[in-house]
């Protein structure tokens, strides 16, 4: 109970950062306006699905490596000195996970609803908030890590462009198979299990990580 509250002082935290900086957000969220839009002009909406929901996953994917780079990037070195002496580490990055899959949550539900209105090749809205949802849980499970990784390499944020696309490929494909399943009405069920395994493999060598990172 006592870390529990803990991890939701700390997504308080964040979210009153956030809401600080909410022009950051909102700068994302008309860059994906616009990508979406030059998508659909280009190809228009008689494009074949898998292209079209490939478009997704990418306008999708270039989202979560801004808004997740900023999570502990943007800290300073004061707040993580404060953080160090009132956080155990394992709260601290469980709190950055939940915070950046929440924040992912409603850009992928946003990006989404664009889709839904733009493409009409027949995707249902259900469709789309299922496969960004599981996105979302992705991309925020493997690119808090890498954030974790920057932050601790002095903010460097080429190393967050250099580790984050490699190491998404592997839920990208996944997320992919999983998207050509739920279209066609295929048993998906076995790449939604492997897509959640890969999310909780990559949370717990986050916390096993993340203590040798926090001690530097």
Known sequence: MIYLRQILKLLRTDFRIEWREKHQFFSLLLYITSSSFIAYMMLKS???PRISISVFWI??????VTIT??????????????????TPPTLLIVSKILFNCILLTIIS????????LLFQNGFSIRYLITISTLGALAFGTTLTLIAGISASAQGNAAIMAVLSFPLMLPQLLILIRVSE???ISAESGRYILTSLLVDGITLVLSIVLFQFLWKE
Do not use: C, K, N, P
């Open 46 to 48: 008689d494009v074949a």
């Open 69 to 86: 780079s900023r999570s502990l990037i943007r800290e300073t070195s004061h707040r993580f000195v404060f953080y160090y002496q009132m």
């Open 59 to 64: 306008v999708l994917g270039f989202g979560a």
């Open 109 to 116: 539900w946003f990006t989404a609803w664009l889709f839904d």
């Open 181 to 183: 399943a739920l279209l």
